[in-house]
């Protein structure tokens, strides 16, 4: 399974749009890109999940390059309750397959 | 459709004991997850179960660990003889099963190991 490699923490303002890159140099034809993320004291919740260029859904932005070495969630206008931690994973993300979660990136909103 | 159930949420046993998490898929989810997180680090597999079987149980310890999820009741993660390296946060997972399925995480069991 590809390794990846986030920023282990990031500080925002509130309303600013906050992007988090994520690289997985070695990742594979098959591989999708999913980004969950973890309030205290909870369980990860799932995002959105990718293969390529760009998807977006109600929550967040993904970003992918030509080369899917690397990707990016863009959270737009960000608020308090998106202080969490948001984990990057790459693999065949689907409901038989077990997860691989890195340490993530802890994101920390500040009024 | 109530979401995954774990509990206790919180479970305190002294070394030795035994400790057992129990965790209740979403309805219509055959299939379960557990995961154990230490502090500030990401969740790490340790088995995944379908209905009465042990699907991939290559991220659980070979002693003292064990896991069950039986054709009827909640899924059963139970870790003997506690120690204290034991001590962190566990958490179920559920999905439909199929490739095209998300997993669903309850909201953990915090097992403190005195």
């Known amino acids: 399974l590809a390794k990846t490699t986030q920023p282990i923490s990031m500080d925002s303002y509130e309303g600013q749009e906050v992007n988090i890159t994520c690289s997985h140099n070695n990742i594979a034809t098959n591989d999708y890109i999913t980004w969950y993320q973890q309030f205290p004291s909870q369980g990860p919740r799932f995002i959105i999940q990718g293969y390529k260029t760009k998807v977006t859904n109600e929550v967040a932005s993904l970003f992918i390059p030509a080369d899917r070495k690397s990707s990016t969630l863009s959270l737009p206008r960000v608020s308090l309750s998106d202080t969490a931690v948001y984990y990057c994973?790459?693999?065949?993300?689907?409901?038989?397959?077990?997860?691989?979660f890195g340490k993530g990136t802890r994101l920390s909103v500040i009024a | 459709n109530a979401g995954v159930m774990q509990n206790p949420r919180h479970l305190v046993r002294r070394r030795g004991q035994e400790a057992r998490l129990r965790c209740s898929p979403m309805?219509?989810?055959?299939?379960v997850y557990w995961y154990r997180q230490l502090p500030e680090e990401g969740l790490k597999f340790m088995v995944y179960?379908?209905?009465?079987?042990?699907?991939?149980e290559s991220g659980m310890p070979k002693e003292r660990f064990s896991a069950e999820f039986p054709k009827e009741g909640p899924s059963i993660l139970r870790i003997q003889q506690v120690v204290r390296g034991d001590s962190a946060a566990y958490f179920c997972?559920?999905?439909?099963?199929?490739?095209?399925?998300?997993?669903?995480f309850g909201p953990g069991t915090r097992l403190t190991v005195l």
């Open positions: 179960l379908q209905k009465e079987n042990i699907i991939d």
């Open positions: 994973l790459v693999g065949w993300n689907s409901g038989n397959t077990p997860l691989v």
């Open positions: 309805k219509g989810h055959s299939h």
């Open positions: 997972a559920s999905s439909p099963g199929t490739m095209d399925d998300e997993q669903f």
